[in-house]
């Protein structure tokens, strides 16, 4: 695709559900990443893909948070056992490489739990 | 890690005039700073970026300026308009250890017609 593609693009879920978010990054794109945006704040790192390299896990705040990406493609953020602090904007973003090049985000997954 | 620290948090200027946003970072490794622009509702954009062999690099109304003694970085628009209202996010990213862009805390921008 064009861009960066994220879903869904919201979700409400139950406290102490499962939930699965998706990103579709750009074609080509060996980096990836995923970062947390609550209300009003700024950008939280969470996990960090490139390449086939092993992934950066050192932003996931808890055991809870888990993400996957096969190969150069889609990846899968998922929260076990949701909590309302969970609550947040979920942002993906892909790059041609790691390092000094351009990220381009997607439109993020608005995740409310209830 | 890295740690990247923005200022001000908000910022009222009037349309036509200058608008300064200043970050910075902890980590000398850091070579890649980035500025993000967020619309409500959609994800950040880039509008600038600049690396660490240069000091200043400018596009059309918006210009960056790095000073790695320092360890600051700053976005600077000039002749504001009221579509430049949003919020405005730096980064940094170094070649080593976490690759991933580290985000100071954003700044809001308000620029009154």
């Known amino acids: 695709g064009a861009g960066v593609s994220q879903s869904p693009s919201n979700k409400v879920t139950e406290k102490g559900k499962d939930v699965e978010l998706r990103c579709d990054p750009i074609s080509g794109h060996t980096a990836l990443y995923w970062y947390r945006q609550r209300l009003g704040q700024g950008l939280e790192f969470l996990i960090y893909f490139q390449g086939n390299s092993a992934p950066d896990k050192s932003g996931l705040p808890s055991d809870r948070f888990s993400a996957e990406r096969t190969g150069e493609s889609v990846s899968t953020l998922t929260i076990q056992r949701t909590q309302q602090e969970d609550s947040a904007v979920y942002l993906c973003a892909s790059s041609l490489s790691g390092g000094g090049t351009e990220a381009f985000f997607g439109q993020g997954t608005r995740l409310t739990v209830v | 890690g890295e740690n990247v620290e923005q200022h001000p948090s908000t910022l009222s200027v009037q349309e036509g005039d200058s608008a300064v946003i200043k970050c910075t970072y902890s980590d000398s490794a850091s070579n890649y700073f980035p500025w993000y622009k967020q619309e409500l509702g959609k994800g950040p954009q880039l509008i600038i970026d600049?690396?660490?062999?240069?000091g200043e690099k400018k596009d059309q109304r918006i210009a960056v300026t790095l000073n790695k003694t320092a360890k600051h970085f700053s976005l600077h628009i000039t002749e504001t308009q009221p579509e430049d209202s949003a919020v405005y996010f730096c980064a940094a990213r170094g070649d080593t250890g976490r690759r991933a862009l580290t985000f100071g805390s954003g700044t809001r921008l308000q620029v009154q017609p």
């Open positions: 600049i690396r660490s062999n240069v």
